[in-house]
């Protein structure tokens, strides 16, 4: 049998048609994976293993090799929790798709990581418009294992909480901060830029892009600046962010953002694109082959 996700309606949004799904933790229904979806995973394996060489950040490639993960077969949940809870306490947890934003804070708040279950189709193996298995854990699941990077995440879930409590500019302020950080961020290490973001790990068309191309900006990381910062959900980025360390990403944001959300009120967002004089460039994008409009 091929299980299906249970997608309960599509509702309109201004990213678009956007599916929404049941909010329940789902057991990973691991013998309901085909022969297919399995070589689906392997295939996307094989291929971003290939290109992260010498690209992911040094620690996602070391705790991809701790947590065991290899080609040959949809990782278990249950396995790698065994890995997971010992290292820092975190736990993956089954879920049928993107989550209401509530719900996903409240899960990363209590170091529960959801990773939607079901693997992609063929057809997508280049691109899909919503978080699969493949993204959720090839992407998001190594750096859990990383003791600095698995505090921000939590810290991020309760930051959530608390933003999603004070007015909906405050969750887009942090869902920037979320976007140019967990999902697109590059890291400056010894031998030059690499990526950790799971948004780029998982696309093959953007690790080489991200890192090689000379038309996004690349630009170090400050907190309020992304906040304002656009960003493109249907394209690769306009531009990416910097930080040094992990270690400058939680103590940047532990300071409570309250006061930062209510200064970030009354200024105006600030194009994906944008470069401002008082960014730290590293690379001025030359913008060629960038879409004119469709900011988010
Ligand atoms: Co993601």
Redesign the pocket.
């Known amino acids: 049998m091929n299980a299906q996700p249970r997608r309960v309606e599509h509702r309109q949004t201004d990213k678009g048609s956007v599916p929404v799904y049941t909010t329940a933790v789902v057991e990973q229904p691991w013998s309901t994976y085909t022969r297919e979806d399995h070589a689906t995973w392997a295939q996307l394996f094989e291929r971003q293993q290939t290109i992260l060489d010498g690209r992911a950040a040094r620690e996602f490639v070391e705790n991809q090799r701790k947590f065991g993960m290899t080609p040959h077969a949809i990782p278990k949940f249950d396995e790698l929790n065994r890995v997971l809870r010992r290292a820092t306490g975190w736990e993956l947890i089954g879920v049928e798709g993107l989550l209401p934003e509530l719900t996903f804070f409240d899960h990363l708040a209590n170091r529960r990581f959801p990773v939607t279950w079901w693997i992609r189709k063929p057809e997508q193996i280049d691109y899909i418009s919503e978080?699969d298995l493949f993204?959720?854990l090839f992407?998001?699941v190594p750096l859990l294992l990383n003791p600095v990077f698995a505090d921000y995440m939590q810290a991020y879930g309760a930051g959530g909480v608390k933003a999603h409590g004070i007015n909906p500019e405050a969750l887009v302020h942090l869902t920037r901060l979320y976007w140019y950080t967990?999902?697109f961020g590059l890291i400056r290490q010894d031998d030059g830029l690499r990526i950790y973001g799971?948004?780029i790990v998982s696309s093959k068309g953007e690790s080489i892009y991200c890192l090689e191309s000379h038309a996004p900006n690349r630009i170090g990381f400050d907190l309020k600046r992304i906040m304002r910062t656009r960003y493109r959900i249907d394209t690769y980025q306009k531009t990416y962010f910097v930080i040094d360390s992990y270690e400058q990403l939680i103590d940047a944001t532990r300071p409570d953002f309250t006061p930062i959300y209510a200064e970030l009120a009354n200024q105006p967002s600030i194009p994906a694109g944008n470069v401002r004089p008082t960014d730290t460039v590293f690379n001025r994008g030359t913008g060629e082959g960038w879409a004119t409009d469709g900011d988010v």
Do not use: L, Q, T
Request: charged residues 20%; proline residues 11%; negative net charge.
């Open positions: 978080p993204h959720d992407g998001h967990v999902e799971s948004g």
